[in-house]
């Protein structure tokens, strides 16, 4: 269960974890990393869909594995760059729908690695493991391990806040797995949560929705990547909770961001003009400076990289200000279940731009979906996340900031997620 502990401080503002107690050298690396920049089309990818050129028999899956991995289904090589039997990166396991598993690929059952692993052989061949492919015979064995088993898409995912519906406190938009219908969960100021409205259909194919007042009007807006282009939009807030009216017509802001993974709205230079960071598929941050207006891609200025090491570091939030300094941090977890504090120094700055971080829980590998605001109007920084086994829905909670830093206890408000 998630807990807070005792906060411990680092020298270092990237997201250097430290060594895994299970990590050791993986046999063989792949070359996963550079084919999550080939134009996935991760959404339009099932199962069902793939084709025998897809599938292959337990055996031969592990067959590749041995050659990967050394047959460890929960590995993390030396550099905690690629995972598990078939060594995803997270690049790659989170386009090809990972996520609704676990957030680490070396979290998952062997079989859900197994189950993704089908996804991406039916889209690239033996091409993404060049070493191991080829003599695991893995393009050739075209028998189907789980033919009745597709991976089911369930809950609640990649949710955002802010204030949709202007009535000063911060609701929560997350897209329905199952249907690709986007709902609004109006917040009611105290960290619980109102009736949802739909205010999308067809998110299915969306993703690293981050939720901001980016044309400058007061209003809310919702930025999201179409997995199948790369290109990112906007959606303009209309400042009401209307259905399907909440949100305007989309303007595209970017492309190429099927690169990038994770992004989350905070005013890192204090401007009061909401950026946009992400991680890149070589683990770098990178922050994207807003320009307070909607303006094409000029709505975002030149890229700051503000760090490294981030590779490790999966579901990213902004609280808000969580330490009371005035200041927008940035949260994350670890491959090993820590919960750590990036406190953000008002500052575009590079590497300097985050504080060092702190340590404010552990045992969060088993929670999914962090989105942050303050949800209770007292001023203070909080989180909500979904504690959920893998592939399943589950519980929703709250998480008080105390102001200082840390999260007081937690409380639940829903089910279903």
């Not at 047959?71 to 550099?79: A, L, N, P, Q």
């Not at 028998?143 to 406190?169: K, M, R």
């Not at 993703?207 to 179409?226: F, H, M, P, R």
Request: charged letters at 15%; glycine letters at 18%; hydrophobic letters at 35%.
């Amino acid at each position: 269960m998630p807990r807070t502990g005792t906060l411990a401080t680092e020298t270092s503002g990237t997201g250097t974890s430290g060594t895994e107690t299970n990590s050791r050298p993986a046999r063989r690396r792949t070359a996963i990393a550079a084919l999550a920049l080939a134009g996935i089309a991760a959404s339009a990818l099932t199962l069902a869909g793939a084709g025998p050129a897809g599938a292959a028999s337990v055996a031969t899956w592990d067959k590749l594995a041995q050659c990967e991995a050394s047959g460890d289904w929960t590995i993390v090589d030396s550099t905690h760059t690629y995972y598990g039997g078939l060594q995803f990166d997270l690049q790659t396991w989170n386009a090809y729908g990972g996520r609704q598993y676990a957030t680490y690929p070396n979290q998952a059952t062997k079989k859900q690695q197994i189950l993704i692993g089908e996804k991406l052989l039916a889209a690239r061949g033996a091409a993404p493991w060049p070493v191991c492919g080829g003599p695991s015979g893995i393009a050739n064995d075209h028998a189907d391990p789980y033919p009745a088993e597709p991976p089911t898409p369930v809950g609640v995912v990649q949710l955002s806040a802010a204030d949709f519906d202007g009535d000063g406190t911060k609701d929560i938009v997350g897209i329905e797995a199952a249907t690709g219908k986007l709902w609004l969960y109006p917040g009611k100021g105290n960290g619980t949560l109102g009736d949802r409205v739909q205010i999308g259909s067809g998110w299915g194919g969306m993703s690293g929705l981050a939720a901001a007042d980016y044309t400058g009007d007061g209003k809310a807006d919702l930025a999201a990547v179409e997995n199948a282009t790369g290109k990112l939009y906007v959606y303009p807030g209309s400042g009401a909770a209307g259905g399907m009216n909440t949100l305007g017509d989309r303007v595209q802001i970017g492309s190429g961001w099927n690169s990038m993974r994770d992004l989350t709205a905070l005013d890192v230079n204090k401007d009061n003009k909401p950026d946009l960071v992400a991680i890149d598929n070589n683990g770098a941050l990178w922050a994207y400076p807003g320009t307070g207006s909607l303006n094409g891609t000029g709505t975002l200025g030149s890229r700051v990289q503000i760090g490294s090491g981030w590779d490790t570091m999966a579901e990213l939030s902004s609280p808000g200000d969580l330490n009371g300094d005035g200041r927008a941090d940035l949260v994350a977890v670890d491959q090993g279940g820590k919960l750590w504090n990036y406190p953000g120094t008002g500052s575009l700055n590079g590497t300097g731009t985050l504080g060092g971080r702190v340590q404010i829980g552990s045992g969060w590998d088993t929670m999914h979906q962090l989105v942050g605001a303050d949800f209770n109007g007292d001023g203070k920084g909080d989180l909500d996340a979904v504690q959920a086994p893998s592939g399943s829905t589950g519980i929703f909670y709250f998480y008080p900031g105390n102001g200082s830093g840390g999260l007081g206890n937690r409380a639940q408000i829903g089910t279903g997620w």
